[in-house]
């Protein structure tokens, strides 16, 4: 038989028994070597392995088998690392994406039970008081320009939002910190 018709003797089933058994152990410790885990780096052999034997008529191998095998198990386990790396950053996006959902929805219930504290509290106030208000905030309207609409001095307007701002602060005593956000002075 000519040595390119020759047939490897791994590429038979007992060449093959014979090459794992030869190179299993130390593919193993190689492997560990990269992902640190044992089981996984058992498990990553066995898959080099198995893809050797399956694909034993398609492979042509230009080096000696131990150094094939040993670029298989390195090229594997970069890969694997890789994989893993793409799984960790995957699970940290979603993590925080989920995170994020979560704030979004407990923020609006926030907003929510806000809106109608501050909708109940501005109901509350005197008619005069509350239409002082609700220009000066909703409508934005500057002091002076709610005296000149009203017809009333600057001085009442300012006392007014004062009592209507004192009130308000106290009937949303546990949403204060947003309500300071709402309420900032004009």
């Known amino acids: 038989m000519s040595k390119q018709t020759e047939i490897a ?11 794992f058994n030869d190179h299993y152990e130390s593919l193993v410790a190689y492997a560990c070597s990269f992902v640190e885990e044992y089981d996984a780096a058992e498990e990553l052999v066995q898959e080099v392995f198995f893809k050797l034997w399956t694909q034993r ?21 970069l890969n694997l690392i890789k994989h893993l ?25 926030e907003l929510s039970d806000l809106q109608k504290k501050i ?4 109901n509350a106030l005197p008619l005069q008081r509350k239409k ?7 409508d934005c309207l500057k002091y002076q320009q709610i ?13 007014q939002m004062s009592a209507a701002l004192k009130f308000m602060r106290t009937e ?13 002075g004009n």
């Open 9 to 19: 003797p791994w590429k038979h089933k007992k060449g093959f028994e014979t090459l």
């Open 57 to 77: 008529d398609k492979v042509n191998i230009k080096s000696t088998v131990r150094g094939y095998l040993y670029s298989m198990v390195r090229n594997a386990s």
């Open 172 to 184: 949303l005593g546990e949403f204060l910190m947003l309500a300071v956000f709402f309420f900032n």
């Open 147 to 159: 005296a000149d609409e009203l017809g009333i001095s600057i001085r009442t307007v300012e006392k």
């Open 132 to 138: 002082i208000f609700l220009m000066s905030r909703y």
């Open 119 to 122: 909708k109940r509290s501005i």
């Open 85 to 109: 790396k793409i799984t960790e950053e995957y699970k940290n996006h979603n993590k925080l994406s989920i995170e994020q959902f979560e704030q979004q929805v407990s923020d609006a219930a």
